[in-house]
């Protein structure tokens, strides 16, 4: 298998999403290495060393996908024995040229605190958290968003991936079977309507899940997933409330979905 | 400010990464928007023409990085009047030739479900959830990693994200204030001792967030959290536990030192 690298003297996250972006447009399986925080010409020759080694082994020259900025550091790592790619050099003269200013190579901190986007995050998380699954339904005033839902569709990774990468606080309320006799929006989520979005999942999706949880019970059954996802479905339209099926989708996906739907700004940078 | 624009028919975050990297070596600020899921020539026509009434209206041409594979969305949004940047273009073809094989643009869906790693990621979700805060002692068998600091030293939301970026199963455990006349290693941590990594905090910035969740009590008082942080750091230094302090890193630098330090590569892709 091919290898390829992602390196940076940060969290080389960049690094990956550029390489991946690339990758992922080729039908190969590659061998897939990160290497952060290199960020002296000792870890630099630790990472070239490693990269030779790698091409060595495989008799293929690594893909090397990396954004230094440093000179002196992207030396060592250019003379490794991979094919480098780097995307900064292709876009920054042309970007310093639109601008009419020079980059400042020292700002390069992708993922790094930023305008207190930190603590932004941190209090979206805990009230994520605070408001799980219906825990706190008076809480509702301060939500940027409330996911609903049945039981495993998908409720809580989407608020914490909200809260985690966008500081968006979201509250999430879980249609249980008690609900379903007569399925209505419940009184306190009223007066928060213009915040709700709903999730839905295909029924046979979400037996599997519900099976892993709890094997062979009435939670897990074909009738009873596809009751409750027949009665929220139901409610959604009836009261028009916006939502989305998870099951073909990432938690990324879902979460870029929703914030496009209810027009919200990502607040992460 | 001048404008912005991350694109794509996708989530459009390999958009935003490949922009804000570039953009944030430049010392100015920028009006940011994401326009994602343009998957039809309407949509592009209309994300065309905000961009357009962005340009007008700011007077400066918008920056717009795109990563479309599909020409003929590509055709509309490169004829915006904004300035393109599109790095799959720079750099399809060099790797083409050097893999010796087409692109298939179909397959660009950096951000989607992949071999299963979503399931892994819920599951990673589910037991950080399941074992925040010490819950749930008797689990950490099956613990990628244990997390262990004072309250409030960033453990939650660190668990969250190795659990749903890279489907890291993270357990955490809190030293609380009972435990600190004479800390030492709990006796349910003592055989998983290879999977801990501390955390730590500078005093003055554990003040402020616990002030901020209980003013004036002895739990965010100089005395106090100066108090456990010398214990927990003596600790870690005696027992040679692996640690970070985590004051001036935003989660993902967190996250990715972990990785980093343990050698656990990242399982998301």
Redesign the interface.
């Known amino acids: 298998m091919?290898p390829a690298f992602y390196i940076s003297d940060?969290?080389?996250?960049?690094s990956?999403?550029?390489g991946?972006?690339?990758?992922?447009?080729?039908?190969?399986t590659f061998e897939?290495?990160?290497?952060?925080?290199v960020e002296t010409l000792e870890k630099a020759e630790e990472a070239k060393a490693k990269i030779n080694a790698a091409s060595k082994r495989t008799g293929q020259?690594a893909?090397v996908f990396h954004?230094f900025?440093n000179p002196e550091i992207r030396k060592i790592i250019d003379s490794c024995d991979g094919?480098i790619?780097n995307?900064?050099e292709?876009?920054?003269s042309?970007?310093e040229k639109?601008?009419n200013?020079a980059?400042?190579?020292k700002?390069?901190?992708?993922?790094?605190?930023q305008e207190n986007?930190?603590d932004y995050?941190?209090d979206a998380?805990n009230y994520a958290?605070a408001n799980?699954d219906g825990s706190n339904v008076n809480n509702y005033a301060d939500a940027d968003i409330i996911l609903v839902g049945v039981s495993r569709s998908?409720k809580?990774?989407t608020s914490?991936?909200l809260a985690?990468q966008y500081g968006v606080k979201a509250a999430n309320y879980p249609f249980t079977e008690d609900d379903m006799e007569d399925l209505k929006l419940p009184e306190f989520l009223k007066p928060h309507k213009k915040k709700i979005f709903g999730l839905t999942i295909d029924a046979d999706r979400l037996m599997d899940i519900r099976d892993n949880r709890m094997a062979n019970s009435k939670y897990s059954s074909a009738r009873q997933c596809r009751m409750e996802l027949r009665e929220v479905e139901k409610l959604y339209k009836k009261e028009k409330l916006p939502y989305v099926n998870t099951t073909?989708?990432?938690?990324?996906?879902i979460?870029?979905?929703i914030?496009?739907e209810k027009g919200l700004?990502?607040h992460k940078?």
Chains 1, 2 share one sequence.
């Open positions: 091919r940060g969290t080389a996250i960049t990956e999403v550029f991946h972006a690339l990758l992922s447009l080729f039908p190969m897939h290495h990160t290497i952060s925080f020259k893909l954004t900025v094919v790619y995307f900064l292709h876009f920054v042309p970007l639109e601008l200013i980059a400042t190579p700002a390069h901190r992708t993922h790094s605190i986007s930190y995050r941190i998380v958290l799980d998908g809580t990774p914490l991936y985690l073909k989708f990432s938690v990324e996906e979460t870029a979905k914030l496009a700004q990502r940078y």
